[in-house]
Every structure is written in structure tokens, then in C-alpha cells.
């Protein structure tokens, strides 16, 4: 038996007790298959069900729907370019995210059209990107981490995704509880674990943990469930999640939870959800857990085909006590935003339309975001945020539109790139043999236009109509203004 498959086998052979042979062996040859490649589809920048069809024919993908998500399918065959390689990726038109993780964020109920939401452990924001998916942009998020250099990784997710009302933190979860009851609408806890999945990938490699390590990661995980349920408001709904099938960091989290607090949540039952039996477990070894566990989703590989996981849908009936305390705090004015004037908000409104013939009025009003700038800049800024956390500090937030050079609106990679599939002004199309140089980052020399080089930043496009980023035109050539491609 290869070394792999024996370390494999020592940690599926703990489950012995709620697993049979016959489910240990087939977990066992599961392994063999590759996971497939799953992507999400980005319903702010296109119509999934028309990109899925483009990018399959483009790049001679074979793709299977994931059922339980509207906007995500399984890339079961590739023969060209691979997909965390494409354009379309690049401009963050899809999300390359394994199947068992798109699971958490599709068990909301969604009852609030504009809910507040809270990711407590965030990065690097694959989940995020799935809240802002289902909201349509339109709740408010605070995604959080407590990692400082885990940030970066999530501003950039977030940027490329192109969600407006969402802002990133780094703080304790732990706290959030204290700082803020019974608050949010939604709160998602994909809390941090040892990854104990039974089913290792290239990127999710097998290590074998000790009983003493998930002791600890559940010890961690009631504080962050605690502070989470105390965080959401009566009747909100909380995911808790785990990519480990361990009982310690799953089951046992949330019983400890159950028996501390009886009245004051429920776990929905999830038995419709999926077309395979996934209950969660009530008796591991010799520890007996709540009855209502067997609502839970407990996804084992070899019966579902994807990765391991666990996962929650957790309803608050009553308050968890909690003590109120102060959380972070920094004036508004020390971020050095500041409320457009309605001259200049008018001027930008107007070159917007007048370029691109695009309304931005109209989106500001629709996602309840508002103009502001800072040192020049302007940015879509959640109303939310100003609302109701004016003053805790972030990382990041909204959306950076563009600048005024003078008098000229210069917009930035992320409006054109979230915004330039309704344009329907300011569009250069190229032709399909200079795609590759553009996409490679360089300039195109003598483009075919009939508008006269003046320096205007327009939306390049390819025959197909593939949002390609932002050129700058000029004498004799397109200036090639797509970011660098990240290392």
C-alpha cells in the first residue's frame, strides 16, 4: 500500500465506529479520481448561464451544473488553456472553488432583501464572493479575519470580484459577539480547522492530526460560535462550517452549544437539500450528542463525490447572553473620505454617461451606495457602512470608480471591469488575432478606430464582446492599462 493511501487509511480508520467496511474501502478508491475543477460564475459581470456556454466552446471545457448552485458548474475535462489561466478569470468573471465549498454559502435562507451580513473568518474571500452572489450586491458584509496576512489575499479576491457593499475587517471573531449583539441578519462561520476531509488534493494535502490538535481547534470554534450567535439577531440564520470531518471540531462544537444554551437555537434540517444521505452524526465513540446534530450535513467523500465537509444551518430563537463592550474605534474623517460635492458628483455623473453611455445614478440608488473621495479618488461607499459602523476601523472597503484628471474622469480597472459589460459608449473592439498581445499585457500599435486619439480611456473588447479591460488611446497606439498579472 502506497504511503499515502496507509496514512489515509489510519485516519479513516478512527471512523470505524459509524462507518462499515464497505464505506471505508470506497473511501479508500475514491481516491483514484481526481477531484474536477469547480467554478462560479460571476452574476454582477455576466449572465452565468450564457458564459458557462462561451467558455466551454472557447476552451473546450466539459462541464457538469452543480445542483445545489445556480451559478456553478464542474469543469470535468479541460484540454486547453487551464481555467485559473484565462482572461475571464483574470477579470474575475468566475471564482475557481471546489464543489464541497460552494455548500455553506447556499443553505441561507435569504428572507431580507438588503441583509447585513457577517463572514467572520473570511479570507481569502471565496465565500464572501458567494454572499455578495446571492444578495445580488445588495446586503451590506463585513468580511473579517483575524489574520493580518491573510488580508491582502481577501482585498484582492474582493476587488476582482467587483462587490460594492462589503468591507473588510481585522479583528478577533471572538469579540464581534460583545462588540456588536444581535446585529447581524446572516452570519457565516467557516471556522478555521484542522482540514481533516478524507479525500487530499495537490492544494489540500493529507495530514494526519492528533487528538490533542482538534481539542484545541474546538476549543477556538465554541468561542467563535459562541461570539457569532450572539452577533445575530433573533430568527437570523448562521452556517457553521468546517472542511474537517473530524466530530471534535464538528458536532461536538455545536452540542456544546446546544447544551449550554438549549432555547436558544435550532438546526434546520438539511435531509431536502442534496440527493444523498448526509446526516450528522449523534454518537461518535462514546460521546452521545444532541438529537438535533442529525440535521446537520456531514458530506463524505465517497458518497458525494466532492471533498469532505461539514456544515450547519443554524437558526437563533432566544438571546445568548453576552457582554456588551466597546468595539474599535477611529473617526471617520482620520480615513480621509469625504462626501462629494454635488457639483463634482453631477460632473462625474455626467462623464460617465456622456463616455460610456452608462447611468451610475441609477446603481448608486439601487445598491443604497454613495459617492465619496479621498486625495482625488472616488469610490463607491457602502450607506450601510456609514449607517451603522461609521467609525470601526477597516481594511477596505467599496468600490474605487475612477479619478478627475484635469476636468477628465479616468476610470479605474475595477469600475470598467465590474461595470463595462453595460457600456454602451466608449467600446473598442479588436481584433481576435491581437487578443493574446493584449491579454499578455503589451500596447497595440496603429488600432483600427474611427474615433480620433485623445488620450480617452475606453473598454476594449474582442469580436465576441469579452470584457478585456480599460486601454488608453493615444497617437498611433492603445495603451494597454490592464493591471499586472499577480505571482
Given at each position: 500500500?502506497?504511503?499515502?493511501?496507509?496514512?489515509?487509511?489510519?485516519?479513516?480508520?478512527?471512523?470505524k465506529s459509524v462507518l462499515s467496511e464497505e464505506d471505508i474501502q470506497s473511501l479508500l478508491e475514491i481516491q483514484d479520481y481526481p477531484l474536477p475543477i469547480g467554478i462560479r460564475l460571476n452574476p454582477l459581470k455576466t449572465n452565468p448561464e450564457k458564459a458557462i456556454r462561451d467558455l466551454s466552446k472557447r476552451y473546450s471545457w466539459e462541464v457538469q451544473p452543480i445542483p445545489f448552485c445556480e451559478t456553478c458548474w464542474n469543469i470535468t475535462n479541460y484540454s486547453n488553456l487551464s481555467p485559473?489561466?484565462?482572461?475571464?478569470?483574470?477579470?474575475?468573471?468566475?471564482?475557481?472553488?471546489?464543489?464541497?465549498?460552494?455548500?455553506?454559502?447556499?443553505?441561507?435562507?435569504?428572507?431580507?432583501?438588503?441583509?447585513?451580513?457577517?463572514?467572520?473568518?473570511?479570507?481569502?474571500?471565496?465565500?464572501?464572493?458567494?454572499?455578495?452572489?446571492?444578495?445580488?450586491?445588495?446586503?451590506?458584509?463585513?468580511?473579517?479575519?483575524?489574520?493580518?496576512?491573510?488580508?491582502?489575499?481577501?482585498?484582492?479576491?474582493?476587488?476582482?470580484?467587483?462587490?460594492?457593499?462589503?468591507?473588510?475587517?481585522?479583528?478577533?471573531?471572538?469579540?464581534?459577539?460583545?462588540?456588536?449583539?444581535?446585529?447581524?441578519?446572516?452570519?457565516?462561520?467557516?471556522?478555521?480547522?484542522?482540514?481533516?476531509?478524507?479525500?487530499?488534493?495537490?492544494?489540500?494535502?493529507?495530514?494526519?492530526?492528533?487528538?490533542?490538535?482538534?481539542?484545541?481547534?474546538?476549543?477556538?470554534?465554541?468561542?467563535?460560535?459562541?461570539?457569532?450567535?450572539?452577533?445575530?439577531?433573533?430568527?437570523?440564520?448562521?452556517?457553521?462550517?468546517?472542511?474537517?470531518?473530524?466530530?471534535?471540531?464538528?458536532?461536538?462544537?455545536?452540542?456544546?452549544?446546544?447544551?449550554?444554551?438549549?432555547?436558544?437555537?435550532?438546526?434546520?434540517?438539511?435531509?431536502?437539500?442534496?440527493?444523498?444521505?448526509?446526516?450528522?452524526?449523534?454518537?461518535?465513540?462514546?460521546?452521545?450528542?444532541?438529537?438535533?446534530?442529525?440535521?446537520?450535513?456531514?458530506?463524505?467523500?465517497?458518497?458525494?463525490?466532492?471533498?469532505?465537509?461539514?456544515?450547519?444551518?443554524?437558526?437563533?430563537?432566544?438571546?445568548?447572553?453576552?457582554?456588551?463592550?466597546?468595539?474599535?474605534?477611529?473617526?471617520?474623517?482620520?480615513?480621509?473620505?469625504?462626501?462629494?460635492?454635488?457639483?463634482?458628483?453631477?460632473?462625474?455623473?455626467?462623464?460617465?454617461?456622456?463616455?460610456?453611455?452608462?447611468?451610475?445614478?441609477?446603481?448608486?440608488?439601487?445598491?443604497?451606495?454613495?459617492?465619496?473621495?479621498?486625495?482625488?479618488?472616488?469610490?463607491?461607499?457602502?450607506?450601510?457602512?456609514?449607517?451603522?459602523?461609521?467609525?470601526?476601523?477597516?481594511?477596505?472597503?467599496?468600490?474605487?470608480?475612477?479619478?478627475?484628471?484635469?476636468?477628465?474622469?479616468?476610470?479605474?480597472?475595477?469600475?470598467?471591469?465590474?461595470?463595462?459589460?453595460?457600456?454602451?459608449?466608449?467600446?473598442?473592439?479588436?481584433?481576435?488575432?491581437?487578443?493574446?498581445?493584449?491579454?499578455?499585457?503589451?500596447?497595440?500599435?496603429?488600432?483600427?478606430?474611427?474615433?480620433?486619439?485623445?488620450?480617452?480611456?475606453?473598454?476594449?473588447?474582442?469580436?465576441?464582446?469579452?470584457?478585456?479591460?480599460?486601454?488608453?488611446?493615444?497617437?498611433?497606439?492603445?495603451?494597454?492599462?490592464?493591471?499586472?498579472?499577480?505571482?
Amino acid at each position: 500500500m502506497p504511503d499515502v493511501n496507509r496514512k489515509l487509511y489510519e485516519s479513516i480508520k478512527r471512523f470505524k465506529s459509524v462507518l462499515s467496511e464497505e464505506d471505508i474501502q470506497s473511501l479508500l478508491e475514491i481516491q483514484d479520481y481526481p477531484l474536477p475543477i469547480g467554478i462560479r460564475l460571476n452574476p454582477l459581470k455576466t449572465n452565468p448561464e450564457k458564459a458557462i456556454r462561451d467558455l466551454s466552446k472557447r476552451y473546450s471545457w466539459e462541464v457538469q451544473p452543480i445542483p445545489f448552485c445556480e451559478t456553478c458548474w464542474n469543469i470535468t475535462n479541460y484540454s486547453n488553456l487551464s481555467p485559473g489561466m484565462t482572461i475571464e478569470h483574470r477579470m474575475g468573471q468566475y471564482y475557481i472553488q471546489d464543489a464541497a465549498s460552494m455548500v455553506p454559502v447556499s443553505l441561507f435562507e435569504l428572507k431580507e432583501n438588503h441583509p447585513i451580513i457577517l463572514d467572520m473568518t473570511a479570507s481569502p474571500g471565496g465565500k464572501t464572493t458567494h454572499l455578495i452572489d446571492r444578495t445580488r450586491d445588495r446586503g451590506f458584509i463585513i468580511a473579517n479575519d483575524a489574520s493580518k496576512g491573510r488580508i491582502p489575499a481577501l482585498r484582492s479576491v474582493l476587488s476582482a470580484w467587483g462587490g460594492i457593499n462589503v468591507t473588510v475587517t481585522n479583528f478577533p471573531g471572538e469579540a464581534i459577539g460583545d462588540w456588536y449583539p444581535e446585529t447581524f441578519d446572516l452570519v457565516l462561520l467557516d471556522a478555521p480547522c484542522s482540514m481533516e476531509n478524507l479525500r487530499p488534493a495537490p492544494n489540500h494535502p493529507l495530514r494526519q492530526t492528533t487528538a490533542d490538535e482538534r481539542l484545541r481547534l474546538q476549543e477556538r470554534q465554541i468561542q467563535l460560535l459562541t461570539s457569532g450567535l450572539q452577533t445575530l439577531k433573533i430568527g437570523g440564520q448562521l452556517v457553521y462550517a468546517t472542511c474537517s470531518l473530524a466530530p471534535e471540531e464538528d458536532e461536538a462544537v455545536i452540542d456544546a452549544l446546544l447544551q449550554t444554551h438549549p432555547n436558544a437555537i435550532q438546526i434546520e434540517d438539511l435531509s431536502d437539500h442534496f440527493g444523498f444521505a448526509a446526516k450528522g452524526l449523534t454518537q461518535f465513540n462514546h460521546r452521545v450528542y444532541h438529537p438535533q446534530l442529525l440535521h446537520a450535513l456531514r458530506l463524505w467523500p465517497h458518497l458525494t463525490g466532492i471533498s469532505g465537509f461539514f456544515c450547519a444551518l443554524i437558526t437563533k430563537q432566544n438571546v445568548i447572553p453576552f457582554i456588551k463592550s466597546t468595539p474599535p474605534s477611529r473617526e471617520f474623517h482620520k480615513t480621509e473620505l469625504k462626501s462629494v460635492e454635488k457639483n463634482i458628483k453631477t460632473k462625474v455623473l455626467h462623464q460617465i454617461s456622456e463616455n460610456y453611455g452608462f447611468d451610475l445614478s441609477k446603481i448608486t440608488d439601487d445598491l443604497s451606495v454613495e459617492l465619496y473621495c479621498r486625495h482625488g479618488q472616488f469610490f463607491l461607499i457602502p450607506i450601510r457602512y456609514l449607517q451603522q459602523f461609521k467609525t470601526l476601523p477597516y481594511e477596505y472597503i467599496g468600490l474605487p470608480l475612477g479619478r478627475l484628471i484635469e476636468g477628465e474622469f479616468e476610470p479605474s480597472h475595477e469600475f470598467i471591469s465590474r461595470f463595462g459589460h453595460r457600456f454602451t459608449r466608449g467600446i473598442i473592439q479588436i481584433k481576435d488575432s491581437d487578443v493574446k498581445q493584449w491579454v499578455d499585457g503589451r500596447d497595440l500599435r496603429h488600432p483600427e478606430i474611427n474615433l480620433t486619439p485623445a488620450g480617452q480611456y475606453l473598454l476594449v473588447t474582442d469580436q465576441a464582446g469579452r470584457n478585456l479591460g480599460m486601454g488608453k488611446l493615444l497617437p498611433k497606439r492603445l495603451r494597454n492599462m490592464l493591471p499586472r498579472k499577480s505571482v
